[in-house]
């Protein structure tokens, strides 16, 4: 059981480079989010999905696009990679129902952008 | 929209001291608490968590967790620290019943020295 799996560990990108951040679970999650860290910000919510085809904003969503074609997957994209989103990017996904709805994390992807 | 605001930003303790961590919430409603914990170089990990019942709630490791209602809070506990618990500890909160992801405090970085 792999629990959740991102991909790349690590990247660097030139400003205005697009890339797609990976992210698969393997527990039939409905719930599927995607989260930024910051050095003393916590971690904010970009995007998440509540189930196949459905998506929604978090915080700070400027600047990613995120898709959910199946249950399993939640690509999280740069379009446009900017300085400001260096960070370390955390997938995370759990049940929906309420008492079960417990994220599990994944190992995270340290992205920089020069 | 709820915030959550952890007291300390950077804790130092010896071995053998007694532990809280304050987590303050701001949501008025029906809420779902959570502690987790970063150690160095890996990703989040679920302490323990709150969604009804005792509001005294145990977790892995030897914490503690006390949901205060009339306080919002939720402070993290732990009588006698290890070496092992030096990593950064994070509050979060989700209101109680719903979809949406979490709302992380900042961080609390733990330094246990020997």
């Known amino acids: 059981n792999a629990g959740v799996t991102q991909t790349p560990k690590f990247q660097v990108l030139k400003t205005g480079q697009s890339m797609t951040l990976q992210c698969a679970q393997d527990?039939?999650?409905?719930?599927m989010s995607w989260y930024r860290q910051d050095p003393g910000m916590g971690l904010r919510l970009i995007h998440y999905s509540v189930g196949a085809g459905i998506t929604d904003q978090g915080e700070v969503p400027n600047g990613y696009n995120v898709s959910r074609s199946t249950t399993e997957d939640f690509p999280l994209r740069l379009l446009s990679a900017a300085p400001s989103q260096t960070s370390v990017y955390f997938c995370?996904?759990?049940?929906?129902?309420?008492?079960?709805?417990?994220?599990?994390f994944g190992a995270g992807s340290r992205l920089t952008v020069l | 929209a709820q915030s959550v605001s952890q007291h300390n930003h950077h804790v130092i303790l010896s071995e053998a001291a007694s532990l809280e961590l304050g987590c303050n919430y701001s949501?008025?409603?029906?809420?779902?608490l959570f502690w987790y914990v970063q150690y160095p170089g890996q990703h989040l990990q679920l302490l323990l968590k709150?969604?009804?019942?005792?509001?005294l709630v145990k977790g892995i490791k030897g914490f503690e967790a006390e949901f205060i209602k009339s306080k919002f809070s939720f402070n993290l506990r732990k009588p006698s620290v290890q070496w092992s618990d030096t990593a950064e500890y994070f509050c979060a909160v989700r209101r109680g019943g719903g979809a949406d992801g979490l709302t992380f405090g900042k961080g609390t970085h733990l330094i246990i020295q020997p």
């Open positions: 995370a996904s759990s049940y929906l129902q309420a008492g079960a709805n417990v994220l599990t």
């Open positions: 709150y969604f009804s019942g005792d509001p």
């Open positions: 527990m039939n999650h409905e719930y």
């Open positions: 949501y008025g409603g029906t809420v779902n």
